[in-house]
């Protein structure tokens, strides 16, 4: 198995191309509707006369690819923690679990020349931008499979047009700029996603580079996945003001529900048309994180059990999105139940093979530190007395 996937059964053309034809997809075998329709909640908009449709149509199989890959990030962040906790993964590891339909969401209305960079929560991401399961979990027991072939760990996952995975806090902002600044010099029709935490909101150099990015009209896409913390603090208790999608200033922003996979792929394809036409925009998705903010913090003690409770039981995004599958008829319950089937056989099996791969050669571990090393370069390891040339 290689470390990057084939990116799902429907590539962003494919999906039009799904809605034109509607009925075709409508499998007689099962009641189902080809289509639906959903009203979204009201987007909050700063600095726009107008923003996202609140009334959204997926198709069959579109909803059912979102379904899939939701649950996929989840199974898959569920077993990383577990196997975190049999020590099979050591050194850092950042859950997803909760934030799903966000990555998910905003990958529906982007195609993978679009560019992302994140911070250090990077597991659904790497894996919707392209990076296999056991490109994750390989990575994460830092073995060779692993999308980095295990240098990288949990913070440091890359695949193609996906940037990382920085550990750095807001670190990752300005460089975001940046591959937007190449992208528009280039000539090219993409756009940079750049996502920031809560916790990364109020660094000066968000605030440069929003200015920059203004000034040259860059077709950057600024991405708060706001969860409510920053670590163990609440946003309220870190931020002035908390509506992030202002913080811009003279750059407009939109706040959307980051927990309804639908609002988020509407709110993304309004900002990639915007970004394009006008310059950067500010977008805020409200989400929630189930789990501490890593494994070494159980994640209790500066909110409450109950709080997470509530959260998991009225806006889960997958639980909600299920419940808008069944009522509308895009899915049965049967078909659900074998995809989650289907999801729990192929993470045991991408975990299996993550805890049994090999690891890198020692003399492995000096490589690819620069791209062309001069033929007779030397590299220095932990002690000046150990070296290795590099391959
Ligand atoms: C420059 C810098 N300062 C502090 C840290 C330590 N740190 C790691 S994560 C974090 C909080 C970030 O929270 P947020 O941006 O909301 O992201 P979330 O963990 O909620 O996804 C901090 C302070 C760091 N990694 N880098
Ligand atoms: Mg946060």
Known sequence: MLPFRSLGTLSPSAVTKAW??????????????????????DFDLHKLDMGPATEVSTTREEAIQFYREMQTIRRMETTAGNMYKA???????????GQEACCVGMEASMTPEDAVITAYRAH?????????ILGVLAELTGKKSGCSMGKGGSMHMYGKNFYGGNGIVGAQVPLGAGIAFAMKYRKEKNICVTLYGDGAANQGQLFETFN?????????????????????TSAERASASIDYYTRGDYVPGIKCDGMDVLAVREAMKFCKDYVLKNGPILLEVATYRYSGHSMSDPGTSYRSREEVKEVREKKDPITTFKEKLLSSNLATADELKKIDTEVRKEVEAAAELAKNDTEL????LYNQIYNQ???????????????????
């Open 20 to 41: 034109k034809c509607g009925a075709a997809l409508c499998n007689g075998k099962y009641s189902t509707a080809a289509s639906a329709t959903f009203t979204t909640k």
């Open 373 to 391: 090393p001069p033929a007779d370069y030397i590299v220095r390891g932990c002690d000046p007395m150990t070296t290795s040339p590099s391959k």
């Open 361 to 364: 050669s020692g003399d492995y």
């Open 212 to 232: 920059m990015a203004k000034l040259w009209n860059l077709p950057c896409v600024f991405v708060c996945e706001n969860n409510g913390y920053g670590m163990g």
């Open 87 to 97: 020590k099979q993964v050591r050194g850092f590891c950042h859950l997803y679990s």
């Open 124 to 132: 659904g991401w790497s894996y919707i931008r392209g990076v296999s």
